[in-house]
């Protein structure tokens, strides 16, 4: 907290913290199966959202859900990668992430479950939480021509999805 400087700021991310600690929890467990480096994760994720409190406009709302799943998912994730000891280009069609349940109902939200976990989470950064190249970058650890390669890899994996399904674009 002592990192924040405004008062709405350190009660926002209050509220962050008290809303959404269990679910980050979860979410690293998922990926690492281990509980102390779910809680290192966690830590990390916290220290990236106290870092980009103001993109945070309500607590509440589905983008800012998908934000801190998405950015517990990347430190739970580097954890995971830096205990395997493996490159981390080696690991990046392989990934798994987080299942989504999907709506029966709605072919683009099925289509991007299915997605590897980097497509989906660059693309739910860019077009659903309405971050920058550069932003991203940040967030992911990687840099804006490897955030414009995932998003458009994304966008080329989810026509060709789409498209096996069925579904006209």
Known sequence: MAMIDSPDDQEKFERVYLQYRYLMLHVA?????????????VHQAFVSIIKNIDKISSVESPETRSYIVIITER??????????????????????GLYIPTPEDHPLAAAMAKLPAHYRQ????????????????????????????????GKKALQTQLESEGVVI
């Open 75 to 96: 430190k739970a994730i580097d954890i995971w990668r830096r205990n395997q000891r493996h490159p981390a280009s080696a690991l990046d069609d392989e990934m798994v």
């Open 29 to 41: 467990k998922q990926i690492l199966q281990n509980h102390q480096d779910a809680e290192d994760a």
């Open 122 to 153: 660059a693309l739910l950064l860019r077009y659903d939480s309405g971050f920058s190249t550069r932003e991203i970058a940040s967030l992911l650890g990687i840099s804006e021509s490897g955030v414009r390669k995932l998003l458009a890899r």
